[in-house]
């Protein structure tokens, strides 16, 4: 019924998951198939019995039978009957996932398969917006830009207590997406505190819609500067960057700031394409397993934008492959960065389809920068510190793109290649 690989999606870097969506938790080998039954011609559940399949290494103390008879006295003794075979595969499916304890490990359902790929593509419908687990809290990571997530006024970092008055704490990250999504026009109230000012917690009702990403824009700014904004690496990303490169370059501009605020990631292949740009086939990151480094990866951009004075905007919303683009640059000397520290979202995933539609995300290795800094759990922390508060947000001011503006443009103490570093290493 389920085979090990049926359909390979290269190395996801999907960091955190869109709450309009609702999507859960290689392969863990667990083989059934359906048969007739001596009962009226239903159909029953067939396992793999007590041994596991020869080619796979299980511990000794692992009894399969205990599975079944487990399944069989559900499918007997519980109480509202009857009981969908499929639910039980689908529940025991996430069960696998959920006990490995990453936040970033997940199985899908085949409708929450088709929803995550969608949501690559950059079109659902929900509030629009990032969640993740964060010191244990589950946090907004990124509003997307025109969101009814934005417009309700939600800020990275804001935690979610509740979900229309239900408690949240203890939650999985797939239980609280799946009281937040739901169907264009409808309502949901979010009890949000926010940790970066001093008041109780407060409610915001969002009605949902249906959210369109446009994942790369650009524009020219005063002083010859351009500015390219990347809100995901989505499907569409790698050519609207390169396109956004292309426009800008026949600008002629004295610097460039690239915008990856609240930008929680995607595609690894679109980060190397990305990093290319600056450094051609230069390492871009590293990739480690079990303590090892056992691949490094480069960049196969065209660097067009090598020797460009360039300053790339994080915050705690810029995760993920966001975070690898941000490293390299930083690490090369490409580029500086300015804003505030970065979320820590670098695992690696591995999204493999099976053969009925559903999916598993699976975390297989972390990422180092390539000064081998690592990313997962601690984050970059910028060249240039500087804040945007709540108050600058609803005032609709932008200090950290101000102040890059005025290094680029040289009307600010220091420059885009002087700055001093406060980065660890």
């Known amino acids: ?11 996801v870097l999907f960091g955190v998951l869109a709450l309009a969506i609702g999507f859960g938790g290689f392969l863990l080998g667990l083989h059934v198939a359906a048969g007739p039954s001596s009962a009226g011609g239903s159909r029953a559940v067939l396992g793999i019995g007590q041994m596991p399949p020869a080619d796979m290494n299980f511990s000794k103390d692992v009894d399969f039978k205990q599975f079944w008879d487990l399944w069989q006295l559900i499918k007997e003794k519980y109480y509202e009957q009857p009981v ?11 069960g696998l996932a959920e006990s490995l304890n990453d936040p970033y490990t997940d199985f899908f359902s085949p409708k929450l398969a088709s929803d995550f790929q969608q949501a690559l593509a950059g079109k659902f419908e929900g509030i629009g917006a990032e969640l993740g687990l964060k010191d244990g809290n589950m946090t907004i990571i990124a509003p997307l830009p025109d969101s009814p997530a934005a417009k309700a006024g939600l800020l990275a970092g804001d935690v979610i207590g509740k979900v229309n008055d239900q408690d949240v704490s203890g939650m999985t990250l797939e ?14 109230a979010l009890t949000i505190l926010r940790l970066s000012q001093k008041k109780p917690p407060f409610e915001v009702t969002i009605t949902r819609d249906e959210i369109q990403v446009k994942s790369v824009t650009w524009k020219m700014l005063p002083g010859q500067v351009a500015l390219i904004t990347v809100t995901n690496f989505n499907t569409d990303t790698q050519q609207g960057f390169s396109n956004a490169v292309d426009a800008v370059l026949a600008k002629s501009p004295k610097g460039l700031i690239v915008d990856f605020r609240n930008n929680p990631g995607g595609f690894l292949d679109t980060a190397l394409s990305m990093a290319g740009e600056w450094l051609g086939d230069g390492v871009v990151v590293k990739e480690r397993r079990q303590g090892k480094i056992v691949e490094t990866l480069h960049g196969n951009g065209r660097k067009r934008l090598q020797g460009m004075p360039t300053i790339v905007l994080v915050n705690e919303g810029s995760a993920s492959a966001a975070e690898i683009v941000a490293g390299a640059l930083q690490d090369t000397g490409a580029a500086k960065l300015l804003g505030t520290k970065t979320f820590g979202k670098g695992s690696v995933q591995d999204y493999e389809s099976l053969s009925d539609g559903a999916a598993i995300k699976i975390t297989i290795a972390e990422w180092l920068t390539p000064k081998e800094r690592a990313i997962n759990k601690i984050g970059l922390e910028p060249d240039i510190l500087v804040d945007r508060t709540a108050d600058d947000y609803e005032a609709g001011r932008d200090p950290q793109l101000d ?16 700055t001093t570093s406060t980065s660890a290493h």
């Open 403 to 418: 102040r890059a503006l005025a290094i680029l443009t040289g009307t600010a103490t220091g420059t885009a290649s002087n």
């Open 84 to 94: 969908n075979d499929k639910d039980l595969l689908y529940g025991a499916m996430s």
């Open 1 to 11: 019924m389920f085979n090990a690989k049926r359909k390979s999606v290269h190395v």
């Open 175 to 188: 239980q609280v997406v799946s009281l937040i999504r739901g169907k264009k026009g409808t309502k949901v």
